[in-house]
């Protein structure tokens, strides 16, 4: 298995695409750390190794904090501390409309930093660690690898209706995603963005439910009429951690059925 015995990080572990590329990793016996502000699932049908931590990404101590943990986890178990990939998953939606007008500031501030700030604390705590264990093991570590795949949306290239603070962010989370590679790649860092369309996760129901109705096939939908399933953005997500994308870096991957 291609996952077998690597360590990965990924946030928003919970529910929807997260949770979805835990069990991916898991299924090939990778050894997962699992973030989230929730509670999160053990998966003890899987035979990878599982790591579960509360925390609020939004929370630069708390990242910190759990970074520490999971370097002395790795060290319990002999992995030597290299981290293989990070999944950037955590993220949330809100409806702005224009008409919310001052109302919408605080939901502007609030997916800032949980979609854009919490990708950035992660992602450069997760370099910053990497950074400190090859400086502690002079030579060991010079040519080993690591991905980073922050999760986007079609909400990063296209401009919909509503959703200003979700889009504005989605936007920040790519452009990140594309000054991160430049400057990571010299040191052996991959790092790519997936941009989903419409899933099948507990987000769009947060999303559908604010604009007062149910979910019907329209032009999100993309060319197969139907939304995605959290498990095929998950296929993607790992074929961009997996060695097969190794010469693949600031790269957009579109993941939407064939949104026109």
């Not at 501390?81 to 409806?95: K, P």
């Not at 401009?159 to 790519?174: M, N």
Request: aromatic share 6%.
């Amino acid at each position: 298995m291609a996952f077998a015995g690597k360590v990965f990080v990924v946030t928003g572990g919970s529910s929807g695409v997260g949770r979805a590329t835990v069990r991916k990793l898991l299924q090939q016996s990778a050894a997962v750390h699992a973030l989230d502000i929730n509670d999160i699932p053990l998966h003890n049908d899987l035979p990878g190794r599982l790591s579960t931590h509360k925390v609020d990404v939004t929370s630069r101590g708390d990242i910190k904090a759990t970074f520490d943990k999971i370097i002395q986890l790795e060290e319990r178990n002999d992995s030597r501390q290299w981290l293989h990939g990070l999944v950037n998953c955590a993220g949330m939606y809100r409806d702005t409309p224009v008409s919310a007008n001052a109302k919408g500031d605080s939901i502007f501030e609030l997916l800032w930093k949980v979609n854009v700030m919490g990708t950035w604390h992660v992602a450069s705590e997760f370099h910053e660690r990497l950074r400190a264990v090859r400086e502690a093991n002079p030579g060991q570590f010079t040519d080993a690898t690591a991905s980073i795949v922050n999760v986007g949306s079609m909400a990063s290239v296209r401009g919909i209706p509503r959703s200003s603070a979700y889009v504005a962010s989605k936007h920040a989370v790519l452009g990140l995603s594309r000054v991160l590679a430049q400057e990571l790649g010299p040191s052996g860092f991959r790092v790519n963005t997936v941009a989903p369309g419409a899933v099948n996760t507990p987000m769009l129901n947060v999303a559908v439910q604010e604009r007062g109705g149910t979910y019907t096939a329209g032009p999100y939908d993309g060319a197969f009429k139907r939304m995605s399933e959290p498990e095929e953005i998950a296929d993607t997500i790992l074929y961009l951690l997996g060695d097969g994308s190794s010469s693949v870096t600031g790269h957009l991957l579109e993941v939407n059925g064939g949104w026109p």
